[in-house]
C-alpha cells in the first residue's frame, strides 16, 4: 500500500475541491435526500450533504471521480459535519458511524480505481473532520461570558466516534479542517490520539485552521504563529489553513507559518470571496495564478481548493504542482 508519508517527500500532492460546490449543481430534493429509507423520517432532511453517501452514493462517487480525473492526488470524505454533535440538527445522531464509514468506503474505491489505472500516481483517502456548529472557547451568549455550549469531552467522544468509523471505513488520513477554534481541534487531536494508542495505530494527521477576517486571527482570536504553536505538540503529517479568504489574502498567514514549522504545509483556500449571493466567482484561471505564487516561494507540500472551487480549478492547480518542487520539511 502506497504511504503518504513518502509520497508527500517526493511532490507536491493536490486536495480536491469543494463538495458542497458540486452536490449543489444536482439540485437534490427533500426526497432526494430522503431517499426510500428515510421517506418517513419526522424532519427534514435537506442540506444534509453527508447523508447523501447513504441515499445518494452514485453522485458522491461521481464527484470523488471528477476531482481525481481532474489530477487530485486526495479526496476529502463527504463527512464534514458527519458527527453527533452536529448531525444532532437532524436528529440522526444514530447514523454517524454509519455515514462516515460509507463515507470512506465510497472514496476508497474510487480512489484505488484511480490508482489501480496510474500506480506511480497513487491516490489517498482523507478523512474529513469538520469544526462542528459549536465552539467550546467561547460562550454563544452575550449575556454570560462563562456558559459553553459544549464540553472538552463531548467533543472528544464524538470525534472518537468519527475517526473510529473513517479508519475502519478504509482512509489512509485524518483531516482535521476548518477549525475556528483550537479548543475545538485539540478535542480531535486527543480523540485521534486514543484511536491510534487503542488500534495500534499511527494514522497520519493533517490539521488545517482558518482565518475568518482580515484580522488574520481565527474565530477563537489566535494569530497564524499562535494556532502553529498551539497544535504543534501533536505528531502532525501536515499543517496549513483553509476556507475563508481567497488565495491571495490566505497566502500571507500560509506564509507565516511555512518558516516555522517542521511539519508539511497544506492550503486549500476558498475561490475568492463570495458575492452577494453567497456565489464564488473566481474563475480556474484567476485562481490558478494566485496559488502559481505559493508554489513559486515554495511554501506549500498540498494544495487544492475549498469552498467555490470545481474540477476544473484543481486541473489547472494541479498543472501548475507538477512544475514545482515540494517545501523541504524533516
Known amino acids: ?33 430522503r431517499g426510500e429509507r428515510f421517506k418517513d423520517f419526522p424532519v427534514s432532511l435537506k442540506g444534509n450533504n453527508d ?14 471521480a471528477e ?6 492526488d486526495i479526496i476529502g470524505t463527504n463527512t464534514f459535519s458527519a458527527t453527533c454533535i452536529a448531525m444532532t440538527d437532524y436528529q440522526m445522531e444514530d447514523m454517524v458511524y454509519e455515514i462516515n464509514f460509507e463515507s470512506a468506503r ?6 484505488d480505481e484511480f490508482t489501480v489505472k496510474e500506480p506511480h500516481k497513487p491516490r489517498f483517502v482523507a478523512g474529513s473532520m469538520g469544526p462542528t456548529n459549536k465552539t467550546a472557547s467561547m460562550s454563544p451568549d452575550v449575556n454570560d461570558p462563562g ?71 481565527t474565530l477563537s482570536g489566535q494569530t497564524a504563529e499562535a494556532f502553529l504553536i498551539s497544535t504543534s505538540h501533536i505528531p502532525l503529517l501536515s499543517v496549513g489553513f483553509n476556507c475563508a479568504l481567497g488565495a491571495n489574502l490566505l497566502q500571507p498567514h500560509v506564509e507565516a507559518i511555512a518558516n516555522k514549522t517542521k511539519f508539511a ?21 484567476q485562481m490558478a495564478v494566485q496559488i502559481e505564487e505559493y508554489l513559486k516561494k515554495n511554501l506549500v507540500n498540498i494544495i487544492g481548493g475549498c469552498c467555490g472551487t470545481t474540477p476544473e480549478h484543481i486541473k489547472l492547480i494541479a498543472q501548475l504542482a507538477a512544475k514545482y518542487k515540494p517545501r523541504p520539511f524533516v
Open 106 to 111: 465510497i472514496a476508497r474505491e474510487v480512489a
Open 67 to 72: 476531482y481525481l480525473e481532474a489530477g487530485a
Open 147 to 217: 456558559y459553553r455550549a459544549i464540553t472538552f469531552d463531548d467533543l472528544r467522544l464524538a470525534y472518537k466516534e468519527q475517526a473510529e468509523a473513517l479508519i475502519e471505513g478504509g482512509v489512509d488520513l485524518l483531516l482535521v479542517e476548518t477549525v475556528f477554534d483550537t479548543l475545538n481541534a485539540k478535542a480531535a487531536l486527543f480523540a485521534i490520539d486514543q484511536v491510534n494508542e487503542e488500534k495500534n495505530l499511527q494514522i497520519p494527521i493533517m490539521l488545517s485552521g482558518t482565518i475568518t477576517d482580515a484580522s488574520g486571527r
Open 51 to 64: 447523508l447523501l453517501s447513504i441515499t445518494q452514493p452514485k453522485a458522491i462517487k461521481e464527484i470523488h
Open 1 to 33: 500500500m502506497p504511504d503518504i508519508r513518502e509520497e508527500i517527500k517526493k511532490r507536491i500532492l493536490v486536495l480536491d475541491g469543494a463538495m458542497g460546490t458540486m452536490l449543489q449543481a444536482y439540485n437534490f430534493t427533500e426526497e432526494d435526500f
Open 265 to 285: 504545509v497544506s492550503a486549500h483556500p476558498n475561490a475568492g470571496l463570495p458575492n452577494a449571493f453567497g456565489e464564488y466567482d473566481e474563475t480556474p484561471e
